[in-house]
């Protein structure tokens, strides 16, 4: 993930970056384990998705200008991003 790597890091923070931000639960519910780097989700796919997500969300949190928990409303969440862009 480009968010693994501090150089990457560095450019996000120059950036209006944000973070749709999910549960762990619902990004194992979601993914698939077909598909252009997504193989090895078919072999262990919960225990690569957890380490993977507790490795990345903080760094994603500490780039973003903006981190939002996504709700069940797109429209509530849309909104949410409308208004902190248009500030």
Do not use: W
């Amino acid at each position: 993930s480009v968010v693994d790597y501090p150089a990457n890091r560095k450019l996000l923070l120059e950036a209006t970056s944000i973070y749709l931000c999910i549960p762990l639960e619902k990004v194992i519910a979601r993914a698939g384990s077909s598909g252009v780097g997504r193989q090895a989700l078919a072999f262990d796919g919960e225990k690569i998705l957890t380490e993977r997500y507790l490795r990345r969300d903080p760094l994603y949190k500490e780039v973003a200008a903006l981190t939002i928990e996504l709700s069940e409303n797109p429209q509530h969440d849309a909104e949410v991003i409308m208004k902190f862009l248009r500030a």
